[in-house]
């Protein structure tokens, strides 16, 4: 089974820049979180999607948002870019979050780091 | 507010010994508790959980201990090998709800 597959890898904007990342979860996995990790800070819920709807929102402002696809596959997009939003952009898939380690285990992609200048 | 924490930012251990990394946490609805790892330029891999109806999950060398009285899990790592070198982060949530991860915690095995 394909694991999670995170698009671009790398990525270098500019400060005021908009950016889309693309997250494709595992075959047959409904649920896609994203995380932004930074040094010392560990990694950060940025919202999760089930079945092409929000389910849970981390606190981050507005510039950061997402979508998901009816084949599940996920978007998030961040506008008018800052210094601070320098990270490492992870996504996840699971079942769901529901009862269980099967449905709790969350299958992480390689990210994407994203570098703002 | 962190309610997830680990307080040691790294940990050295001699190839061989026993591995012990902690993790606190703020909030008593936690309910389920995770362990990953993580190597560089990698995705956070998936170690082991446990629910908060048990105090005790293992699964080879792995073993993570939950006291729910004092908010407080451990992962042990019994014998350390230098492949276990990476950062190790803990999750906790409440059912239905998003998972906390820690800061992480780094593991460095010392042939």
């Known amino acids: 089974k394909a694991g999670v597959t995170q698009t671009p890898r790398y990525l270098i904007k500019t400060r005021g820049q908009q950016v889309t990342l693309s997250c494709s979860p595992i075959?047959?996995?409904?649920?896609v979180s994203w995380y932004q990790q930074t040094p010392g800070q560990g990694l950060q819920f940025l919202f999760e999607?089930?079945?092409?709807?929000?389910?849970n929102k981390g606190n981050f402002p507005g510039r950061f948002s997402g979508r998901q696809f009816s084949n599940s596959r996920s978007e998030m997009n961040v506008s008018t870019l800052e210094l601070g939003d320098s990270a490492l952009y992870l996504c996840?898939?699971?079942?769901?979050?529901?009862?269980?380690?099967?449905?709790?285990?969350?299958?992480f992609g390689p990210g994407t780091r994203l570098t703002v200048l | 507010d962190q309610q997830v924490k680990q307080n040691s930012p790294s940990l050295s251990v001699q190839e061989g010994r026993i591995s012990i990394l902690n993790c606190d946490y703020t909030?008593?609805?936690?309910?389920?508790f995770l362990w990953y790892k993580k190597y560089p330029a990698e995705g956070p891999t998936f170690l082991i959980s446990?629910?908060?109806?048990?105090d005790k999950n293992e699964d080879g060398r792995f073993t993570v201990f939950l006291n729910k009285s004092a908010k407080h899990l451990s992962l042990h790592i019994v014998p350390s090998q230098p492949g276990d070198s990476a950062v190790y982060f803990c999750?906790?949530?409440?059912?239905?709800?998003?998972?906390?991860f820690g800061p992480g915690t780094r593991l460095s095995v010392l042939p």
């Open positions: 996840a898939s699971s079942l769901s979050l529901g009862q269980g380690a099967s449905y709790n285990e969350q299958f």
């Open positions: 075959s047959g996995h409904r649920s």
């Open positions: 999607y089930f079945s092409e709807t929000q389910r």
């Open positions: 909030n008593s609805m936690f309910d389920y």
């Open positions: 446990i629910s908060s109806i048990k």
């Open positions: 999750a906790a949530r409440r059912m239905g709800q998003n998972f906390v």
